[in-house]
């Protein structure tokens, strides 16, 4: 019996010493720092720990660099490279060769028209034909005539007058038929329409079967081409921006669909006219295509001054990217964080961010903001 409550003792004596032995190997300072608690503060801005020490500060260094205007804008044709394709000779379309968005050269047939109109003008090129026969004809009789003084002079002169008249409805007659497109020598009521340039099919307004021409319902505009090796950048530039543009000034374009590719182009118009509704101007820049700038694309474009500017200095580890904005962490009060809204410049070497607006040359910021974005997330 005393054997038994012997080794009872014993075990309970091991159960106490294992029970120790975990509480000691889970206490809190002999392993990782445990992870800091979220304290709500009914300020979304403001993060709020128990523990500030686990995110350490630092103090904003500052870059001297040329002054930027960064603008958005999108990408236009030059409309001085813009054509529209227009049919002269009114009727129905029978043919089309080319549609939106070909690239097609000078010369090349776009459509075919049948027109009514071919006939009409063929018919007074015909007339005017044999009435410059006829009026040729009387011109020599008469010449021979005086020349033997059967006539006087004035007869001769009233026919080559003639003559004349016959001459100048012929070639009037001709270059009708030239400006529908139809060959003299090979009448047909099936009209061709060519392109005028090289370059792209920006709009059609013409389908097969659709009436085709100047005096005809519908569009006049049967294609408009326009010649995409060099566009505009049409920017939105604030009234209080304006004087740190100029025309010939030089500006870095930027493509939301390329952003490791950097353009350059030239300011060439600064408008006039400021939209009332947000007091900006357009800005025109012109700039070389080399074959991914597509009408409509978003760019950024910016502008840099002679003058020079301090900005401040991060890590880039301190920015923080959330919904589509950056933001820092600045010291907030008794253990607290205020989240700032910045706006970041270039990324410079050694990870580093530079700031072009939201904080101050000196200003304290959080180095690493990975903890405090689960922080901010929890919160």
Same mark, same amino acid.
């Given at each position: 019996?005393?054997?038994?409550?012997?080794?009872? !003792?014993?075990?309970?004596? #091991?159960?106490?010493?294992?029970?120790?032995?975990?509480?000691?190997?889970?206490?809190?300072? $002999?392993? #990782?720092?445990?992870?800091?608690?979220?304290?709500?503060?009914?300020?979304?801005?403001?993060?709020?720990?128990?523990?500030?020490?686990?995110?350490?500060?630092? !103090?904003?260094?500052?870059?001297?660099?040329?002054?930027?205007?960064?603008?958005?804008?999108?990408?236009?044709? $030059?409309?001085?490279?813009?054509?529209?394709?227009?049919?002269?000779?009114?009727?129905?379309v029978v043919d089309i060769k080319a549609r939106l968005d070909d690239y097609v050269k000078k010369?090349?047939?776009?459509?075919?028209?049948?027109?009514?109109?071919?006939?009409?003008?063929?018919?007074?090129?015909?007339? !005017?034909?044999?009435?410059?026969?006829?009026?040729?004809?009387?011109?020599?009789?008469?010449?021979?005539?005086?020349d033997h003084g059967a006539i006087a002079q004035a007869v001769l002169e009233q026919a080559e007058?003639?003559?004349?008249?016959?001459?100048?409805?012929?070639? @009037?007659?001709?270059?009708?038929?030239?400006?529908?497109?139809?060959?003299?020598?090979?009448?047909?009521?099936?009209?061709?329409?060519?392109?005028?340039?090289?370059?792209?099919?920006?709009?059609?307004?013409?389908?097969? #079967?659709?009436? #085709?021409?100047?005096?005809?319902?519908?569009?006049?505009?049967?294609?408009?081409?326009?010649?995409?090796?060099?566009?505009?950048?049409?920017?939105?530039?604030?009234?209080?921006?304006?004087?740190?543009?100029?025309?010939?000034?030089?500006?870095?374009?930027?493509?939301? @669909?390329?952003? $490791?590719?950097?353009?350059?182009?030239?300011?060439?118009d600064i408008g006039p006219i400021l939209d009332p509704s947000i007091r900006t101007a357009k800005?025109?820049?012109?700039?070389?295509?080399?074959?991914?700038?597509?009408?409509?694309?978003?760019?950024?474009?910016?502008?840099?001054?002679?003058?020079?500017?301090?900005?401040?200095?991060?890590?880039?580890?301190?920015?923080?990217?959330?919904?589509?904005? $950056?933001?820092?962490?600045?010291?907030?009060?008794?253990?607290?964080?205020? *989240?700032?809204?910045? *706006?970041?410049?270039?990324?410079?070497?050694?990870?580093?961010?530079?700031?072009?607006?939201?904080?101050?040359?000196?200003?304290?910021?959080?180095?690493?903001?990975?903890?405090?974005?689960?922080?901010?997330?929890?919160?």
């Amino acid at each position: 019996m005393i054997k038994k409550t012997s080794f009872i !003792a014993l075990s309970c004596v #091991a159960v106490l010493i294992a029970v120790s032995a975990c509480k000691k190997e889970f206490t809190p300072g $002999d392993g #990782a720092p445990p992870t800091p608690q979220v304290v709500p503060t009914g300020d979304m801005s403001l993060v709020s720990v128990d523990k500030p020490q686990l995110f350490p500060l630092v !103090a904003a260094d500052s870059r001297e660099a040329a002054a930027e205007l960064n603008v958005t804008g999108s990408v236009f044709p $030059d409309v001085a490279r813009e054509i529209p394709v227009i049919s002269l000779a009114n009727g129905r379309v029978v043919d089309i060769k080319a549609r939106l968005d070909d690239y097609v050269k000078k010369g090349d047939l776009l459509l075919k028209v049948q027109s009514p109109d071919v006939s009409g003008a063929f018919d007074v090129y015909l007339k !005017a034909v044999n009435d410059e026969k006829l009026a040729n004809k009387a011109f020599i009789r008469a010449k021979t005539l005086y020349d033997h003084g059967a006539i006087a002079q004035a007869v001769l002169e009233q026919a080559e007058d003639t003559e004349n008249d016959a001459k100048a409805d012929l070639t @009037a007659a001709e270059e009708s038929l030239k400006t529908l497109g139809v060959d003299k020598d090979h009448p047909s009521n099936v009209v061709n329409v060519y392109a005028p340039i090289s370059g792209t099919i920006i709009a059609q307004n013409v389908t097969q #079967a659709a009436a #085709a021409g100047v005096s005809l319902s519908g569009s006049a505009t049967a294609f408009t081409i326009a010649d995409l090796s060099s566009v505009w950048i049409i920017c939105d530039v604030y009234e209080s921006d304006i004087a740190k543009i100029k025309v010939g000034q030089s500006a870095k374009i930027q493509l939301n @669909a390329y952003p $490791d590719k950097v353009l350059t182009g030239r300011v060439s118009d600064i408008g006039p006219i400021l939209d009332p509704s947000i007091r900006t101007a357009k800005v025109r820049i012109e700039i070389p295509n080399p074959g991914i700038l597509k009408l409509g694309m978003f760019v950024t474009a910016t502008f840099s001054s002679q003058g020079k500017e301090v900005h401040p200095v991060v890590p880039a580890p301190a920015v923080l990217h959330l919904h589509d904005r $950056d933001w820092v962490f600045i010291p907030g009060g008794d253990k607290q964080f205020k *989240r700032v809204e910045v *706006r970041p410049g270039a990324i410079l070497p050694g990870d580093n961010q530079e700031i072009l607006s939201g904080i101050a040359v000196g200003q304290k910021v959080v180095s690493n903001v990975l903890q405090l974005e689960a922080t901010l997330e929890a919160q």
